[in-house]
Nanobody
Framework: QVQLGESGGGLVQAGGTLRLPCSVS????????MGWYRQAPGKRRESVAT???????NYRESVKGRFTISRDNAKNTVSLQMNSLQPEDTAVYYC?????????????????WGQGTQVTASS
């Protein structure tokens, strides 16, 4: 089984900074794309930033220049550095990983999610 553990959420004033770390553990064969998604009340979950195993990143337009995603392949971790937070960034943030596990001689690929961490930027 695979588990994702997140931390780092909290309440900051507009313009503030937070860092969200996430670790992936379990019977991991390999990890492809990792990322962060968010869901605000009454809205659908949306992609914030993703990073491939080769380090190629993709950001939501509204966070470009403010957020930075990074990963450590040796430690199976991904982090999101969030600067200049704005009230519109307020949401529950979810860590995501595309993980392949070994079930005997069979490789099984699946999408895994963290439990979510609340980020609130007050005006």
């Amino acid at each position: 089984q695979v588990q994702l553990g997140e931390s780092g959420g909290g309440l900051v004033q507009a313009g503030g900074t937070l860092r969200l770390p996430c670790s992936v553990s379990g019977s991991i064969f390999s990890i492809s794309t990792m990322g962060w998604y968010r869901q605000a009340p009454g809205k659908r979950r949306e992609s914030v930033a993703t990073i491939t195993s080769n380090g190629v990143t993709n950001y939501r337009e509204s966070v470009k220049g403010r957020f930075t995603i990074s990963r450590d392949n040796a430690k199976n971790t991904v982090s999101l550095q969030m600067n200049s937070l704005q009230p519109e960034d307020t949401a529950v943030y979810y860590c995501y990983a595309d993980v392949t596990t070994a079930q005997g001689s069979t490789l099984i690929r699946g999408d895994y999610w963290g439990q979510g961490t609340q980020v609130t930027a007050s005006s």
